[in-house]
């Protein structure tokens, strides 16, 4: 099988399979301990949050392009994170807020994309959704599963927005994208093609450069390490009242 019959969006995810898994540890080592906490959550929320509404601002732009038809119903995600954000951070957090200086790298880049070879957004659009529509959905049932069996940490059923896609079915939504996706790479040229593959390779390394900057984690493993040794103090304590008593 030549690559040319390799469905594109799998071309796509073998090129940046390598810079994904470094994308994974990152989210792994960062925002695994949003599991247990809402601060944290909120901070992977505050990283994402310009970056969604750019491309969503810009999908109406450039409606009448490939980008259009890699639109699908229910797909926006801005006020999700607007809402999510509200919840966390109270309903005034936009007046003191200000994007970190790597969300704005990440934003000059997309509106140098946008300028000079719009098609080029598509490869953001395809990954960022499609890790809402994937892993976002593996951390949304991980928050679940924490709140219902370790009520003690803190974790909400609300605050979730973003990742809610409704009565929607999650497959059904990866599979419009996909095909979408390449339905559209058929119509592109050779080159724009190799294009979208490397810059789907920036599209985690820009990922990768504000996950980074994500703050609290640290605090938050002390804390949980401060916790279990107070707890291994109170049974040890109480099983050493035990077996003196007896």
């Known amino acids: 099988m030549g690559a040319s019959d390799i469905p594109f969006t799998k071309q796509m995810r073998k090129a940046t399979r390598e810079i994904h898994d470094v994308s994974d540890a990152l989210v792994n080592a960062k925002l695994a301990v949003a599991l247990s906490n809402d601060s944290v959550w909120a901070e992977g929320l505050l990283i994402f949050y310009e970056v969604f509404r750019y491309l969503e601002e810009a999908m109406d732009r450039l409606k009448d392009t490939h980008i259009g038809d890699l639109k699908f119903d229910g797909m926006r995600r801005t006020e999700g994170f607007k809402e999510d954000l509200d919840y966390y ?20 880049h997309l509106r140098e994309l946008e300028s000079n070879d719009p098609d080029m957004l598509m490869a953001y659009i395809f990954h960022l959704y499609m890790g809402l529509l994937s892993g976002g959905q593996i951390l949304r049932k991980k928050r679940q599963l924490v709140s219902r069996y370790l009520p003690f940490f803190s974790s909400n059923s609300r605050g979730d927005k973003v990742t809610e896609f409704g009565e929607a079915s999650i497959l059904s939504l990866k599979k419009q994208m996909n095909t979408a996706m390449n339905d559209i790479a058929q119509s592109l040229s050779d080159e724009q093609r190799e294009k979208l593959i490397e810059e789907s390779k920036m599209v985690f390394e820009l990922n990768n450069q504000i996950i980074r900057t994500v703050r609290g984690t640290n605090r938050v493993v002390i804390k949980k390490l401060v916790i279990a040794a107070a707890s291994i103090a109170v049974i040890s304590v109480a099983f050493n009242y035990l077996v003196l008593r007896k």
């Not at 003191?96 to 969300?103: C, L």
């Open 89 to 108: 951070l109270g309903e005034n957090w936009t007046e003191t807020y200000a994007p970190r200086e790597s969300v704005m790298k990440y934003l000059m």
